[in-house]
T-cell receptor, first 114, second 119 residues
């Protein structure tokens, strides 16, 4: 079975450019999560979707960040405009709905903003 | 709100020995799940083991077992017969049923423990 798929795996861009990260969750999973990982702040939940609906976006750092889930098999995280402090590894994870279900993580996108 | 504390920033173990990674948690919820993830240097997050708050037996998955002590609010990961490939960052995490009608199942992570297995 395919796991969570993320693209691109690596992204290098210049400050001010738009960045779009993509995620395909595991088929049948109805919860999707975007995380950011940095050395300083560890793993941070950015946004959580359930059945394609954003449930909690309190972790989105500012208006430059936006996320969409147009259907059950695709989600995007967009940063516009990007800044050097956005450099991090961004993970997408999916799970079945429920507090007792594990989240399966994608391989992550390593973003570098110059 | 949930909180996970991992007090060991780094741990060393000799190959083939067992090691325990500590995790304590804080929650006011009665229904919750505890998870351990492994993150090797390649960066991916790998799910290892799960323990539910109502589970009476400690969870086991191969060489991984979870020493769950509910009264002490601890969920320590035990790795038996350590291998060089076990060298990685290990994260403890929890999700709880919460009070928001069950609609917000955030996974709260600890800061992690870096395990190094020596040959």
């Amino acid at each position: 079975d395919a796991g969570v798929i993320q693209s691109p795996r690596h992204e290098v861009t210049e400050m001010g450019q738009e960045v779009t990260l993509r995620c395909k969750p595991i088929s049948g999973h109805n919860s999707l999560f975007w995380y950011r990982q940095t050395m300083m702040r560890g793993l941070e939940l950015l946004i959580y979707f359930n059945n394609n609906v954003p449930i909690d976006d309190s972790g989105m750092p500012e208006d430059r960040f936006s996320a969409k889930m147009p259907n059950a098999s695709f989600s995007t995280l967009k940063i516009q405009p990007s800044e050097p402090r956005d450099s991090a590894v961004y993970f997408c994870a999916s799970s079945l709905y429920g507090w007792n279900n594990e989240q399966f993580f994608g391989p992550g996108t390593r973003l570098t903003v110059l | 709100a949930q909180k996970i504390t991992q007090t060991q920033p780094g741990m060393f173990v000799q190959e083939k020995e067992a090691v325990t990674l500590d995790c304590t948690y804080d929650t006011s919820d009665q229904s919750y799940g505890l998870f351990w993830y492994k993150q090797p240097s390649s960066g991916e997050m790998i799910f290892l083991i799960y323990q539910g708050s109502y589970d009476e037996q400690n969870a086991t998955e191969g060489r991984y077992s979870l020493n769950f002590q509910k009264a002490r609010k601890s969920a320590n990961l035990v790795i038996s017969a350590s291998q060089l490939g076990d060298s990685a960052m290990y994260f403890c995490a929890m999700r709880a049923e919460g009070s928001s009608g069950g609609s917000n199942y955030k996974l709260t992570f600890g800061k992690g423990t870096l395990l190094t297995v020596n040959p």
